[in-house]
C-alpha cells in the first residue's frame, strides 16, 4: 500500500470512530467542511504514536459552536463489547477491523420524538474510496426500530434524583434506567425493580394531569411530571414521577418510551429473531457478571444455568464451558458467551425433526423438499411463487456465499417478502420492516410513518432456485419467524369486511368498566377506561347518580366510590380511538335526576363534540337498516333505556333506575337461584373481608411512619366494627325478604317471568309478561329528553319476547342478564339467533358476581349476541376467551359473526361434524420464572417440574355432546401421562374430575371443556423436551371453528397455584402443523423468550 494510503487509513478509520462519517464513509453535514479542511494535511505522527485527537476535537468543538441546536448523546448498542484482553476498548473498536465488536457511537438526530438515530453496525472495511467503486444504493426499506436506535445517556444508566408522588407523601429517590436489563431501578427501603416489558402505558405531562390534580399538585409540576403503569403479580400498579428538571425529564421520556417501544415489539408476537436474541443475550450477560469486569467464571456462569432452570449437571455445564473458553482463560468474554449460549439452546428435537424431513432426499433440504413439507405438515395454501419467496429468505445458495441467508450466518435478512402462510389474502398482508443495511439511510419522521412498505424487488441475476439449500440453522430461524406463526391474523392487519351492519359483529364489550376491583367495595376510577380502550374495548359501561354538582360515576347501593362523569367523558374522548377506528358505544344505566341528566347531555355534547353521535348519519328519519362500522368510523354511540320508546311495556317499579335491566341489581333470576347465589356470595363476602382485616395488620407491621400507621389502624378499627359487612348484610336481608315476598305472594302459581322461560319446550318464544307485584309506589323517574335526543342506533328497550308478535326497530337494544341467557339458550337459541342478525342484544353479568368474575363469552357468542360484556378486571379463563377473540382482525374490537348466524339459510345451522383435536406437545424454550412483588426473580423456588394441559372449549351449542367413551380414554391420552379428564366446570373455582362432560345447566358459567395433561419433565424449565400426543374431542355446528377456543397451560407438577405460562386462542385461527406458540402470563401479556413447539392438526372423528 502506498505512503498515501497508509496515512489516508489510520485517520479515515479515527473519523469513524468518532462518529462524524455517514456509513458510506463521507462526513455528516455537520462536520464535512471540517473533515475537508484535514484531509489534505499529513497526518503528524504514525499509528502507535498518540494521535493528535484533541486537535481533532478541538476543531470537531469550534465547528460545533455553529451547530448548537444538534444534541450530541451516546448510544447504547447490542453488539458484542470489548474482550478485556485488547490493549484499550477504544482503540482495539477504531483499528480492529476483523473485530466483531460494535463502539458506542455519538448520534444526532433533529427531532427528540424521532426514531432518526444512527444504526449501530460492525466496523466495516476501511479501504480508500478510490481504489474501491461505490456499492450500488439499495431501495430505502422503512424498518421497525431497533435496540441500537435507543439513546440512554450515561447519567440515567448511573441514576438520578426524581421525586416520587404518592397519596400520602412525596419523596426524592435515585431512579436509574438498565437498557441492558431492561428494567428501572431505585433504592427505597429495599430494592425495587420494574421490567420494562411490565409496563402497559406511559404518561406524561399533560396526559397525566389526572393524577396531579388528585394529588392536589401545583401546575408547574406538569412539565416535569411522568406516570408509568404497570403490572407486578397480576396486580395494575402506578408510578408517579416528578424530574428535577426538564432537560431531565426529556431524556427519561424519550429514552423509556424507545425501550418500552422495543419490547412492545417483541412482545406482539414471534419474528425478531435476531433482536430477541440480542436482547436476551444483552440482559443475561450483565445480570450474570457479578463483578462487572465484562467477564463470567465458571461459577458466575453455573449461577446464570441455575438461574435459568437448566437441568444439566455441573460436569456437563464445565465441559461446555471449556469449549466456549477457546483461549483457555478460565473465563468468558462476551463473544465466548456467545458461543455458550448457543450450546446452551441446542434443540436435538428440530436436529431429529430437520432429518426426518430430509431424509427422503439425500439429506438435501432443497426447494422440492420445503414445498413438501408446506403442503403436507403445514398444510400451507399459498402459490408456489410465494413459497419460493419463503425459502430463498432462510436457505444459502451455493453460487451467492457473499450473500447468505439466516441459514448460514444469523444475520437479519435484508429483503423482507410480503408473504405469510395466513390464509388472507396475500394483498392484505402488512410486511414485516427489516433493519436496514450499513448503506441504507436513516429515515426521516414523515417518510417511517406515512409512506407504505416498500418491497425490494428480487434481482434478474439472482442465483436459481435450485442452488438453494436449507440449513438446520436456517430452518429454525423459519419455524420461529412470522412467516410460520401459529396465529393466522399475526400480520395485524383490519381484513375482515366492516362495511356490513353492526348487528353483524363480535363487539369487544366492558361490564362496570369503571371498577378495578371487587363489585362492593372496589374503586371507581377513570383508569378502568383507559385500559379497556386502550385494548381495543368498543363498548363501556357508565353507571350515573346524581352528585353535589354534577353527575358521578359508581356502582349503586354498594360502597363503591366516586368518579366524575365529566372526567370520565374526557379520558373516553381521549383514548377512544388510539387502538381502533371503529365506534365506541358507551352503555348507560341513568339514574340520576331530570337535572342532572340535563348536565349529563351537555358535558357529553360538549366533550365529545361532533365525534357524538346525535342524528342518523344518512338524514334519514326511519331507519331501515343498521350503519356499518366503517360508516361509524371514529363517532361515539350512547346507548340508553328510552322510557318513552318503552312507556307502553307498563314498566314496573325496581328502583328509580332508568334502565329496568341494571346490572347493578339482579332481577332476572328465578327465587331460590337467587337465595343460592346470596348464600354463595355471602360466604365470599365473609373471606373477603377477613382478608382484608388480615392485609391490614400486615401493613401496619410494615409501616413506619406514624402518620400512615395511624391511618390504617383507623381503616382496621373501621373494619373490625364490620360497619362495611352489616351494610352488605342488610341489603342481602332485605333482598331476601322480597324474594320470599314474592314466593308468598304467588302462591302456587308459577311468575310470568318462570312461565315464558322454563315453559314446555314447544314454547320457543320467550316472553318477559309484566309483573303482578304492585306493593310499591314509588314514582318513575321521568327522562330528559336532550337525553332522548342522543338515542339514535342504540335505542335500549325493555325486551318483550323474542316471536312474530313482537316487532323491535333495528335501532332496539335489549340487555339480558346471563341467567336469562342461559335459560333462553336452555330452551332453544334459534329464535334469539335469528333476532340477533338484524338487531343487537347486549348480555351483561349477574349482579351477585361480587367478586367480578366471568362467564366464558363463547357461549352466548355463539347465541349471535354481540355485545357480551367482561369484567376486565379479572384475569380469568373468560377473560381469556375474549382477549383472544379480539386479537383477531387487527385487534380492532369488531370480529364478523361466521356466515352460519348471519346468513338466513337454516342448512348452515343444522350442519353438525364430529372432529378430533390431534395436538403433539414437542418442547417448550425457557419457561418463566416467578418475580415477587419488588419485581425480581425468586431464585430460591428455581426448580420446575413442568408439564403441559390442554384444555378444549366448545359452546354448549347442542344437548348431546361428542365425548370420549371410557373405553377410548386410554386411546386419547399420552402414555406417560395420567388419566385425562373431562369435565364441565360450573365456575372457575371447582376442580376438574373424571367424569363424562354433559350439557352445561341453564346457571352454569362455562361451556363445555374437555382437558388432557402430558407427563411432567424433572427439573428443567429451561428447554423440557416432552414429545407427548393429546388426542381431544369436539363437535362443531355451522362450522364455526371460530368459537371454539384451545388452551395451552404450563403448570408445575404438585402446584395448585395458577399457570407458568399460556397461551390460548380460537381454533378457526390456529395454523396446521410445526409451530411455536409465544407463552403468555396471566394477565395475556406476551413473555420475552418463552415458548411452546407443537404439531396441530384436526381431523375428522
Not at 556 to 566: E, M, N, P, S
Request: aromatic share 8%; charged share 25%; proline share 7%.
Amino acid at each position: 500500500m502506498s505512503e498515501p494510503d497508509l496515512h489516508w487509513r489510520p485517520k479515515r478509520v479515527l473519523q469513524r470512530a468518532s462518529n462524524v462519517l455517514t456509513s458510506n464513509g463521507n462526513p455528516v453535514a455537520a462536520f464535512a467542511e471540517v473533515f475537508m479542511e484535514r484531509e489534505d494535511s499529513p497526518l503528524e505522527n504514525s499509528v502507535g504514536s498518540s494521535l493528535s485527537r484533541n486537535g481533532l476535537r478541538a476543531s470537531i468543538k469550534r465547528k460545533l459552536q455553529g451547530a448548537k441546536d444538534i444534541p450530541l448523546v451516546r448510544s447504547i448498542s447490542l453488539r458484542s463489547p470489548a474482550s478485556s484482553g485488547q490493549p484499550t476498548r477504544r482503540q482495539t473498536r477504531a483499528f480492529s477491523s476483523d473485530s466483531s465488536t460494535t463502539r458506542p457511537q455519538l448520534v444526532y438526530t433533529n427531532s427528540p420524538k424521532s426514531f432518526g438515530f444512527s444504526y449501530a453496525s460492525r466496523a466495516q472495511p476501511t479501504e480508500p474510496l478510490a481504489l474501491s467503486p461505490k456499492p450500488p444504493q439499495l431501495p430505502f426499506v422503512p424498518r421497525k426500530p431497533s435496540m441500537a436506535d435507543v439513546v440512554v445517556p450515561q447519567i440515567l444508566q448511573k441514576g438520578v434524583p426524581m421525586t416520587k408522588v404518592s397519596a400520602i407523601r412525596q419523596k426524592n429517590f435515585v431512579f436509574q434506567l438498565d437498557p441492558d436489563q431492561g428494567q428501572i431501578v431505585w433504592e427505597s427501603k429495599k430494592r425495587k425493580i420494574i421490567p420494562i416489558e411490565n409496563i402497559k402505558e406511559l404518561r406524561s405531562t399533560s396526559d397525566a394531569r389526572y393524577y396531579r390534580e388528585q394529588f392536589q399538585l401545583a401546575q408547574e409540576y406538569e412539565d416535569r411530571w411522568l406516570t408509568i403503569v404497570y403490572i407486578i403479580e397480576g396486580n395494575y400498579k402506578t408510578l408517579h414521577l416528578i424530574a428535577s428538571t426538564k432537560d431531565i425529564f426529556q431524556m427519561w421520556d424519550s429514552a423509556l418510551r424507545k425501550l418500552y417501544s422495543i419490547r412492545q415489539e417483541l412482545m406482539s408476537g414471534l419474528g425478531n429473531v435476531e433482536m430477541r436474541q440480542a436482547v436476551w443475550e444483552k440482559q443475561y450477560w450483565k445480570g450474570a457478571d457479578d463483578g462487572k469486569d465484562e467477564q463470567l467464571d465458571f461459577e458466575e456462569t453455573e449461577k446464570l444455568c441455575k438461574r435459568l432452570n437448566v437441568n444439566s449437571s455441573t460436569d456437563a455445564l464445565l465441559r461446555l464451558f471449556k469449549q466456549a473458553d477457546v483461549n483457555n482463560r478460565g473465563y468468558l468474554d462476551f463473544p465466548q458467551f456467545q458461543r455458550f449460549v448457543k450450546m446452551l439452546k441446542a434443540r436435538p428435537e428440530l436436529d431429529r425433526l430437520y432429518k426426518k424431513i430430509c431424509s427422503t432426499n439425500n439429506r438435501l433440504f432443497d426447494f422440492p423438499t420445503f414445498e413438501v413439507f408446506m403442503r403436507n405438515s403445514q398444510q400451507s395454501s399459498l402459490s408456489q411463487s410465494e413459497l419460493q419467496k419463503i425459502f430463498v429468505k432462510y436457505a444459502t445458495s451455493s453460487l451467492n456465499e457473499s450473500h447468505p441467508g439466516p441459514g448460514s450466518s444469523g444475520a437479519q435478512p435484508s429483503v423482507k417478502t410480503p408473504t405469510t402462510t395466513s390464509p388472507v389474502p396475500a394483498s392484505e398482508v402488512k410486511p414485516e420492516l427489516p433493519l436496514p443495511t450499513a448503506d441504507a439511510s436513516v429515515p426521516s419522521p414523515a417518510s417511517s410513518t406515512t409512506q407504505p412498505p416498500t418491497t425490494i424487488p428480487a434481482s434478474p441475476l439472482s442465483p436459481p432456485i435450485e442452488t438453494y439449500v436449507l440449513s438446520l440453522d436456517g430452518f429454525t430461524a423459519f419455524l420461529l419467524s412470522t412467516e410460520n406463526s401459529a396465529f393466522t391474523d399475526h400480520h395485524g392487519k383490519i381484513w375482515h369486511d366492516m362495511t356490513r351492519p353492526l348487528s353483524e359483529y363480535y363487539i369487544s364489550t366492558s361490564h362496570n368498566t369503571y371498577l378495578v376491583g371487587h363489585q362492593l367495595v372496589g374503586v371507581s376510577t377513570i383508569e378502568g377506561y383507559i385500559r379497556a380502550l386502550l385494548h381495543s374495548c368498543r363498548s363501556v359501561e357508565l353507571d350515573i347518580y346524581d352528585g353535589d354538582r354534577e353527575p358521578v360515576i359508581f356502582h349503586g347501593k354498594t360502597l363503591t366510590t366516586k368518579v366524575a362523569l365529566r372526567e370520565v367523558c374526557h379520558a373516553i374522548a381521549k383514548y377512544a380511538f388510539v387502538a381502533s377506528p371503529y365506534p365506541v358505544i358507551i352503555s348507560a344505566e341513568i339514574h340520576c335526576s331530570l337535572p342532572q341528566q340535563d348536565m349529563m347531555a351537555d358535558i357529553m355534547k360538549e366533550v365529545f363534540g361532533d365525534s357524538l353521535i346525535c342524528a342518523p348519519i344518512d338524514g334519514q328519519r326511519k331507519i331501515e337498516v343498521l350503519p356499518s362500522p366503517e360508516d361509524l368510523k371514529r363517532k361515539v354511540l350512547l346507548k340508553a333505556k328510552n322510557l318513552y320508546v318503552s312507556s307502553h311495556e307498563a314498566i314496573q317499579d325496581k328502583g328509580v333506575s332508568v334502565d329496568t335491566e341494571s346490572s347493578s341489581t339482579e332481577a332476572s333470576a328465578s327465587e331460590p337461584e337467587l337465595i343460592e347465589d346470596i348464600k354463595l356470595e355471602w360466604q365470599k363476602a365473609r373471606a373477603v373481608k377477613g382478608q382484608a382485616v388480615k392485609e391490614l395488620k400486615e401493613e401496619i407491621k410494615k409501616a413506619r411512619d406514624s402518620e400512615a400507621v395511624k391511618e390504617l389502624k383507623d381503616e382496621l378499627k373501621k373494619a373490625r366494627d364490620l360497619e362495611a359487612v352489616k351494610d352488605i348484610k342488610e341489603e342481602f336481608t332485605k333482598a331476601r325478604h322480597n324474594v320470599i315476598g314474592r314466593i308468598k305472594g304467588h302462591g302456587k302459581t308459577p311468575s310470568a317471568i318462570s312461565q315464558a322461560l322454563v315453559g314446555p319446550p314447544t314454547a320457543t318464544a320467550v316472553a318477559v309478561a309484566k309483573s303482578s307485584d304492585k306493593r310499591t309506589d314509588k314514582p318513575k323517574v321521568k327522562m330528559s329528553m336532550n337525553v332522548v335526543a342522543l338515542l339514535v342506533y342504540t335505542v335500549g328497550v325493555k325486551c318483550r319476547g323474542i316471536n312474530k308478535k313482537e316487532h323491535y326497530a333495528p335501532e332496539h337494544v335489549f340487555s339480558l342478564s346471563e341467567n336469562t341467557a342461559n335459560k333462553i339458550l336452555k330452551q332453544g337459541m334459534h329464535d334469539l339467533i335469528k333476532h340477533t342478525r338484524t338487531h343487537v342484544v347486549r348480555i351483561y353479568p349477574k349482579g351477585l358476581r361480587f367478586g367480578s368474575t366471568n362467564y366464558e363469552p363463547h357461549r352466548y357468542w355463539s347465541a349471535g349476541a354481540q355485545l357480551v360484556a367482561i369484567n376486565w378486571q379479572t384475569f380469568d379463563m373468560g377473560y381469556m376467551i375474549n382477549h383472544s377473540m379480539f386479537q383477531r382482525n387487527g385487534r380492532s374490537g369488531y370480529v364478523l359473526k361466521p356466515l352460519a348466524l348471519r346468513s338466513p339459510d337454516k342448512d348452515l345451522l343444522s350442519k353438525r361434524t364430529k372432529h378430533i383435536l390431534d395436538i403433539k406437545i414437542i418442547s417448550a424454550q425457557q419457561l418463566p420464572r416467578l418475580k415477587d412483588a419488588s419485581g425480581r426473580e425468586i431464585v430460591e423456588k428455581a426448580i420446575i417440574d413442568p408439564f403441559v394441559e390442554v384444555s378444549i372449549h366448545v359452546p354448549d351449542w347442542t344437548h348431546s355432546a361428542f365425548l370420549p367413551t371410557s373405553a377410548d380414554i386410554a386411546a386419547y391420552s399420552a402414555p406417560t401421562a395420567p388419566t385425562p379428564s373431562t369435565a364441565s366446570k360450573s365456575s372457575s373455582a371447582t376442580p376438574i374430575t373424571k367424569a363424562s362432560v354433559t350439557p352445561s345447566s341453564a346457571n352454569s358459567t362455562s361451556a363445555r371443556t374437555i382437558t388432557y395433561r402430558t407427563g411432567a419433565v424433572k427439573n428443567n424449565g429451561f428447554n423440557p423436551v416432552w414429545q407427548e400426543d393429546l388426542h381431544l374431542p369436539f363437535d362443531c355446528v355451522g362450522d364455526m371453528m371460530d368459537l371454539v377456543f384451545v388452551r395451552f397451560a404450563v403448570r408445575h407438577e404438585g402446584s395448585e397455584e395458577e399457570p407458568l405460562a399460556v397461551y390460548c386462542a380460537s381454533l378457526g385461527s390456529l395454523q396446521r402443523g410445526y409451530r411455536h406458540l409465544p407463552l403468555h402470563d396471566a394477565q395475556m401479556s406476551q413473555y420475552l423468550f418463552s415458548t411452546l413447539f407443537v404439531q396441530i392438526n384436526v381431523h375428522d372423528a
